[in-house]
């Protein structure tokens, strides 16, 4: 039988959100950092079992130009499932809904997830731009 799972377009709070990076292998974020950077989410939406989060995703942006998909993550134990299917699934209807004609849309995509957001109308910048960050 296949398990449902509860699907909430909120965010999680800032530890769970720190323990969910930290179970997904992703960057180090500091709770206090979280807490700002979370409120400031365009939209959010959580995976739970029961009330335990295990996947999320963000888009952040300005909100009519720019819009940046972020935090897409699984727990590892729950990885397998089609739930990032899911949550990218939650952020194209938010993006459909609240993007305008104009609006460029990115996310930086880790290999070999870059083939799931293809799935979902995502392409490569190369050869016309390259991604490029800085760390603090």
Known sequence: MERSYDIETAIPTP???VELRRKAGMSPKEVETARVGLKNSLFAVTLRDSSKLI????????????????????DPSYQGRGLGKVIMSQIT???????????YVSLMADVPADQLYKQFGFHYTYPKSL???KRY
Do not use: N
């Not at 996947?55 to 699984?74: E, K, L, N, Q, S």
């Open 15 to 17: 530890a769970e959100y």
């Open 131 to 133: 991604g490029m960050y």
């Open 93 to 103: 209807a938010y993006l459909d809904a609240h993007a305008p004609k104009s609006a």
């Open 55 to 74: 996947g999320m995703g963000r888009v952040i942006g300005d909100g009519a130009c720019f819009f940046h998909v972020v935090d897409i993550a699984v």
